[in-house]
């Protein structure tokens, strides 16, 4: 009797970054390489392709990672509630935050694993640390 060997079919995942590496082999190495930060991060960390990126989860969402044409984001939705020490973060809404990547030397002088670790924590606390910026008030709630 013949067995067959089966391969699993890519995940949506697997497709998109592939599309990245078509269209920029730079941009894909530099996607690949934090979305193996974030996979590390959480021992129960599981992503997958939503909003045009790859959001990630650990019994809550956490982060997304977007490509862009000049740039990578890792996105956090309730970014405005980390302590933002490194002045990383950018953005102004009600809860998102983004930290844009241009390089893999990005990925230490903006300190994306120390942010991928607190937004890893505040899943299992239930929420971050609201610290405001130097020179923004405080939401009011």
Request: glycine share 10%; proline share 6%.
């Amino acid at each position: 009797m013949i067995q067959w060997a089966m391969t699993p079919a890519p995940t949506l995942v697997e497709h998109w970054l592939e599309d990245i590496r078509m269209a920029d082999p730079e941009r894909h190495a530099l996607v690949e390489r934090l979305r193996r930060m974030v996979l590390k991060s959480h021992p129960a960390v599981r992503e997958e392709l939503k909003y045009g990126g790859i959001l990630f989860s650990a019994g809550a969402p956490v982060c997304g990672i977007f490509s862009y044409d000049s740039h990578v984001s890792l996105e956090f939705g309730r970014g405005a509630e980390m302590v933002d020490k490194h002045h990383a973060l950018e953005g102004e809404g009600k809860m998102r935050r983004h930290i844009k990547i241009l390089s893999g030397n990005d990925l230490f002088k903006k300190n994306i694993g120390e942010y991928l670790a607190m937004a890893f924590g505040a899943v299992g606390r239930g929420k971050a640390r609201h610290v405001p910026s130097a020179g923004k008030a405080p939401p009011r709630g």
